[in-house]
């Protein structure tokens, strides 16, 4: 699975759009975009996922660019429960259920 | 309600000793999965399974032994426990499609101390 590179950390105020970036430079054409989030203590939780079109769910937006080296995942209207530890993952169809996870982003939401 | 368990949520116990995680899902997915996560090295997979009777390593599975026996039980053991085993260990399953891969769901972790 092709590596992700995400910043350590980033704040966002509360009510504000959160957009939070992710380089997947070496993306091959049959990998997709995951991202999960981890609330302090508790287990990983799936967000969205997204080949090359445009997603949108009740959670969260990726937007994923025409060249397919980067997403930015984002949170219309962040509150503090968005506060967590944020993965980008890339994971190919058809291979390993397995998924990498990396050292994330931690996105804290400011009142 | 449907949805992943594990069990206990938090354990001591001494080096050398066995101890089991259980883990509990009402899916009926067919894939399932143990993490180990630490400060620093954040989600590591230890083992995961396909089906049940197909089990294969994940990225750090020494010391650790499983088996799925069951498709909705996939319990992690560890056989002689040492103190660099001291983690958090979370579960999680997921169905798998031809067309598209479905997302992992998680448990809440189990927290274990060897003293």
């Known amino acids: 699975d092709a590596k992700t590179t995400q910043p350590p950390s980033m704040d966002c105020a509360e009510g504000r759009a959160a957009n939070l970036p992710c380089n997947h430079s070496?993306?091959?054409?049959?990998?997709?975009v995951y991202w999960y989030r981890q609330i302090h203590s508790q287990g990983p939780q799936y967000i969205i996922h997204?080949?090359?079109n445009n997603e949108t769910n009740e959670m969260a937006s990726l937007i994923i660019t025409e060249d397919r080296k980067s997403s930015t995942l984002i949170l219309p209207h962040a509150t503090l429960r968005d506060t967590a530890v944020y993965y980008c993952?890339?994971?190919?169809?058809?291979?390993?259920?397995?998924?990498?996870f990396g050292k994330g982003m931690k996105l804290t939401v400011n009142p | 309600d449907a949805g992943i368990t594990q069990s206990p949520r938090y354990k001591i116990t001494e080096t050398g000793r066995q101890v089991t995680l259980m883990c509990h899902q009402t899916w009926s997915h067919s894939y399932m999965f143990w993490y180990r996560q630490d400060l620093g090295h954040g989600l590591r997979l230890i083992y995961y399974?396909?089906?049940?009777?197909?089990?294969d390593k994940g990225e750090v599975p020494d010391g650790y032994v499983v088996s799925r026996s069951k498709t909705e039980n996939f319990p992690l053991t560890l056989e002689s426990a040492t103190r660099s085993q001291t983690s958090v260990y979370f579960c999680?399953?997921?169905?798998?499609?031809?067309?598209?891969?479905?997302?992992?769901?998680f448990g809440d972790g189990t927290r274990l101390s060897i003293l």
């Open positions: 399974s396909a089906a049940a009777d197909i089990t």
């Open positions: 070496t993306i091959s054409g049959n990998e997709y």
């Open positions: 997204g080949l090359k």
């Open positions: 999680a399953s997921s169905d798998s499609g031809r067309r598209a891969l479905t997302p992992q769901h």
């Open positions: 993952i890339v994971r190919v169809q058809g291979g390993s259920e397995k998924l990498v």
